[in-house]
């Protein structure tokens, strides 16, 4: 009808017109509206303790040892039963956090704003590219000590550095990242490359210790995924710019909890989640593991897929088939199928090698249950238990249910 085209154009320009910069790095109980010392948020649909899949389960473990809730893991486990910590979707609180996606209280986060409509949002600190890592569910000595320095010396010295800068543009990295051959998501070389291009002068001017300087420089240089951890926040304050528009069928969040798949549509203002089961992810393992060791899909990181990057700009990051599987073709034929189910192209984040069409944007619920195709998402696998970490990367899809209900209660509001 005419007034869902008029709602959707309405939610896209939004999304186009944002301006997202990372303007800090900041304590998140600083900075996360409603945030508490006890407060632990998650990715995906809100869950409980209960409920949550192994590698979640780990990453909580691994952060009331963080923040001195407990000493062990078998104590930091009946401190989280006894009920003491509230749990959170990082979506509902403004946030964005990959895989298990935990937030608490003391982690440092990027802080990004949309300086056009002056919405903020949060994404914590990257652990690297290491398998072992608490996103991934693992929470060995060796994980916190790493941890504990990334939420120490190197937050507090990009916090330093920030300070002598008005800002860094995110999306214009993002755009020209996609001609370099990322897609913002599970390859992130580029994108991590002109950050550094941006950062070095101002960590200079932040005048460190030079064992200091030596340690975030290695740390960032060896960091290849260190993007992914502006190119989420950057999307989701795009995206919570377009979220609210009556009548929209724009989908303003992909967002998986490792049991659920959650998505947000603009036209269902606040926290409105349409849920389906997660899928399995179809890709390459590490040596020793396979699919029956997988964890279903996870993490806050599809807002790239929902911003129209990752999984829908893979015709322009060919190479990222050594890390997800498939070969080349099937990278363009994904992002064509993706045109058919948005709304809209995005001339800012262009293809180039569809003649630099724009991308495409604005995920339609009415299209996918029209044509049948679901939105591709690429993404990292954990292992199904707590404490092991990654085993790999793939592909996978949303799953039909989140449209489904979607389109029932979007027209029931229209």
Known sequence: TEEVEEANQIALNRFFEAEPFLIDVAKAIDVIPNMTPYTILHSGPPIEWENMCGPMKGAIIGLVLFEGFADNPDDAVKFVESGKIEFGSCHDYGAVGPMAGVVSASMYVHVV?????????????????????????????????????????????????????????????????????????????????????????????????????????????????????????????????AHGVKNSTIVTALSRNGVEFGIRVSGCEGNTWFTGPSQYVEGLYLPGFSKEDANLDMGDSAITEAGGVGGFALSGAPAIVQFVGGNVEDCLKITKDMYEITFTENPTFSMPNLDFRGGPSGIDIRKVLETGILPVITTGIAHKNAGVGFIGAGITNAPIDCFEKAVLEVAKRI
């Open 113 to 241: 704003k949309n300086m056009k409509h002056g919405n903020l949002s949060f994404c914590p600190l990257t652990e690297g590219t290491r398998a072992k890592v608490l996103r991934f569910g693992a929470y060995d000595d060796d994980v916190l000590e790493n941890f504990r320095w990334i939420h120490g010396e190197l937050a507090e010295t990009l916090h330093k550095a920030l300070k002598n800068s008005n800002g860094i543009d995110v999306r214009s990295m993002i755009s020209q990242a996609l001609h370099m051959g990322d897609e913002c998501h599970n390859r992130n070389k580029a994108g991590s490359g002109l950050f550094m291009k941006e950062l070095f002068p101002l960590l200079v001017k932040a005048k460190l210790e030079d064992d200091v300087f030596l340690r975030v420089l290695n740390n960032l240089n060896t960091n290849d995924h260190y993007f992914l951890s502006l190119s989420m926040p950057a999307l989701k304050a795009c995206l919570d710019a």
